[in-house]
């Protein structure tokens, strides 16, 4: 089946630092990526979606300047959390829109903590 | 815009007992519905969805759903739950969003299963 990656699966820095997630679909091409964000005993928010090739569209009350996203190929979209606070702790899941089936597939999540 | 509700934050079931965790929508349209599983610290992992066609869906695992348009309820399944099966459920909807138009999925708030021994 589709299989969609993400590195790393946990990382922990420091206040101020900036952080880069990456998400891969293995097995297909993703034309269109969905960064979420899920804090503790929540539900997943939608953050921005992000189609290869073009600008990311962030939901609203989303930072695009902070939570920067860049989806260069069909099969890879990333996240960069610029100048990261203590708030910006959270568990973050991608997944990517299969082209073919509309489907969409799950990351296992990157756990990001801030200090 | 769409809404999903879970109203149970926790479902406590015994081992073999059939288990039912419930799903109500809001969509204009025709529904896209979906369950995921979502393990600790784990991505979430396809149960099933209902497109069209029957509604008693069958998928992963064991479980199934039935879509009920008139109570606009997508409820999960399982005729005998397992201790495995404890995790948190969540449904959704896809529709449009402010980022996208039309290939969003919208959660619901999520529900803890706990199967016990």
């Known amino acids: 089946g589709a299989v969609v990656s993400q590195h790393p699966s946990w990382v922990i820095c420091k206040s101020g630092t900036s952080v880069k997630i990456e998400c891969r679909s293995l097995?297909?091409?993703?034309?269109?990526m969905f960064w979420y964000r899920q804090f503790p005993k929540q539900s997943l928010m939608l953050m921005a979606t992000?189609?290869?090739?073009?600008?990311?569209?962030?939901e609203q009350g989303v930072e695009k300047d902070k939570f920067l996203i860049n989806h260069a190929s069909l099969t890879l979209s990333t996240l960069t959390v610029t100048s990261a606070h203590p708030e910006d702790s959270s568990f973050y899941i991608c997944?990517?829109?299969?082209?073919?089936?509309?489907?969409?597939?799950f990351g296992p999540g990157t756990r990001l903590t801030v200090t | 815009a769409q809404s999903v509700a879970q109203p149970e934050d926790q479902v406590n079931v015994a081992e073999g007992n059939p288990l039912t965790v419930k799903c109500t929508y809001s969509?204009?349209?025709?529904?896209?519905l979906f369950w995921y599983v979502q393990y600790p610290n784990r991505g979430l992992q396809f149960l099933l969805k209902?497109?069209?066609?029957?509604?008693l869906v069958k998928g992963s695992y064991g479980f199934e759903a039935e879509f009920n348009k008139s109570q606009t309820s997508f409820h999960l399944k399982k005729p005998s739950a397992l201790v495995s099966d404890s995790a948190l459920y969540f449904c959704?909807?896809?529709?449009?969003?402010?980022?996208?138009?039309?290939?969003?999925?919208?959660f619901g708030g999520g529900t803890r299963l706990m199967v016990k021994p």
């Open positions: 209902y497109i069209t066609g029957d509604n």
């Open positions: 097995d297909f091409q993703a034309t269109t």
């Open positions: 959704a909807v896809r529709g449009p969003s402010a980022s996208n138009a039309g290939n969003m999925l919208t």
């Open positions: 969509v204009s349209g025709n529904p896209y």
């Open positions: 992000s189609n290869e090739g073009s600008k990311a569209t962030y």
């Open positions: 997944s990517a829109s299969d082209q073919g089936t509309y489907e969409q597939y």
